[in-house]
């Protein structure tokens, strides 16, 4: 229930904006983030805009990532390969 | 940025064993949202990280946690002859004390399948010899967006809209959980979308008040195991704290506009959550001012007859499963009297239901 999805902001007009999602167009709500502007990227939930996304917040998350991948990496540098990492989409493996 | 590169997963591996090294003892933290055990159990992460780190499911699935008796109510509704209520897809096989709203259709009931409010709203437009009812479900994420539509029918006068407000607030829930003392925890991942609304503020007194950590977590694999490494960290120097493992959408404030409009909108009233009976101010029932849009009030012979003490279905665990205090596979039903193709509680219906998600992706544990 509380899904949301990034969607891309192309077109605004009066409280509807127009965002995409693979091609595909489909309308909006704005009046929970009436600041948006066209290039925006917003949180779609139930047809509403409830954020728009931080583009600086999110280049920095990708950083922190690299960060702790980075630390890690050094640390085992020392010590044997790792194993074998679960599929991105790691459907089945929690057993 | 691409979700790819949030779903890395020689990343998501790393940062899981930096978490099992950095956990001091074996910790016990709740996942509150249950888009969030979707998550953990699809891309492996609570097996990555057993037994240091123990997640188990909290209530967080709005339709999991409605009331029989609401259902019960809903199904009356859509009885009426001239109504036709209006639901977000999840709730319609979702079991009343003696039917769902899907036998209800069949039965001729008027059931309409609505991805937002906003098509609720646009069908009592398209249709004004027909009273449209909403089913007002959902958390701080979703009561926003109904209380919209409710300013909207105001603001143009639409005669024939109404909403059944089942919303309910995450915040008294999590602590109704932490006073009834039937789970150990220490700590809780946040709900992404619904602190989105509520702003990290709304957590402040999980550590004030209980001495609990809270991380805000996003909800793809990397967002979680960040939030989870917030709290294994917090919980081994022994200092509490709310951390925004989130901040691409989440701030300290939240989204005030969302906050101002459920103010406008809503009143705080007490609700009854299944699995956790009837928790005081958690619930947001439509206030004085949009009277004219509260169903309840309008077809107040529909909710006559509705028992508030119908009992669960027999064996179902579903209400334990809410509460954290057991596993959806130490439910007896689970697996082999409750499936998703014929659900005995709420908890294998919704999407977000743990015990949807532990069929789905093979969480026996």
Redesign the interface.
């Known amino acids: ?4 999805v ?1 969607l891309r902001v192309v077109a605004i007009e009066g409280t509807m904006a127009e965002v995409e999602m693979g091609g595909v167009r489909r309308r909006v ?1 704005l ?4 600041e948006t502007q066209v290039g925006d990227y917003v ?1 779609v ?4 805009a ?2 728009r ?3 600086e ?6 950083a ?2 690299e960060e ?2 980075q ?3 050094e640390e ?1 540098d020392e010590r044997p390969s ?2 074998a ?11 | 940025m691409t979700q790819a590169a949030l779903r890395d997963p020689v990343l998501a591996q790393r940062l899981a064993g930096e978490i099992l090294k950095m956990a001091a003892r074996p910790v016990r933290l709740m996942e509150f949202c249950g888009g969030h055990t979707h998550a953990i159990l699809r891309f492996g992460i609570r097996a990555r990280l057993e037994p240091k780190v123990r997640l188990l499911s909290g209530p967080g699935c709005p339709v999991c946690v409605t009331a029989t008796a609401d259902i019960d109510a809903a199904i009356a509704l859509a009885h009426l002859p001239g109504v036709a209520v209006a639901t977000f897809g999840d709730m319609l096989r979702v079991p009343g004390s003696r039917s769902t709203l899907m036998q209800a259709r069949a039965e001729g009931a008027d059931v309409r399948v609505v991805y937002s409010a906003l098509d609720a709203l646009d069908l009592a437009r398209r249709e004004l010899q027909r009273q449209v009812v909403m089913l007002g479900i959902g958390f701080e994420t979703t009561a926003p967006t109904v209380a919209a539509t409710i300013r909207e029918a105001a603001a143009e006068g639409v005669p024939n809209y109404t909403v059944f407000s089942l919303h309910k607030l995450t915040g008294p829930a999590m602590r109704a959980i932490l006073d009834a003392g039937e789970v150990r925890l220490d700590g809780i991942i946040g709900p992404g979308h619904v602190t989105t609304i509520t702003g990290t503020q709304a957590w402040e007194f999980l550590p004030e008040e209980y001495g609990i950590s809270c991380a805000v977590a996003g909800f793809e694999p990397l967002d979680i195991l960040r939030a989870v490494r917030s709290l294994v960290l917090a919980i081994a120097e022994g200092r509490p704290r709310v951390t925004n493992d989130y901040p691409r959408s989440v701030s300290r404030e939240g989204n005030r506009v969302a906050q101002a409009l459920m103010a406008e909108v809503f009143t705080v009233e007490s609700a009854l959550w299944r699995g956790l009976g009837r928790v005081p101010a958690s619930g947001l029932a439509i206030g004085e001012r949009y009277a004219a849009y509260d169903a309840r009030r309008r077809f107040a012979e529909a909710f006559a007859g509705v028992l508030y003490d119908a009992p669960e279905p027999p064996g179902c665990c579903c209400g334990e499963v809410l509460r954290g205090v057991l596993e959806p596979t130490e439910c007896p039903l689970f697996r082999r009297v409750c499936t998703p193709a014929h659900p005995v509680g709420p908890c294998m219906v919704s999407s977000e239901g743990a015990c949807a998600a532990h069929y789905h992706y093979g969480g026996a544990l």
């Open positions: 229930m509380c899904l949301a990034p709500s009046v929970l983030v009436p949180l939930h139930t047809g509403f409830i954020s996304l931080d583009e917040e999110a280049q920095e998350t990708l922190l990532f702790m991948a630390a890690a990496r085992e790792p194993t990492p679960d599929g991105p989409d790691g459907e089945g493996t929690s057993g």
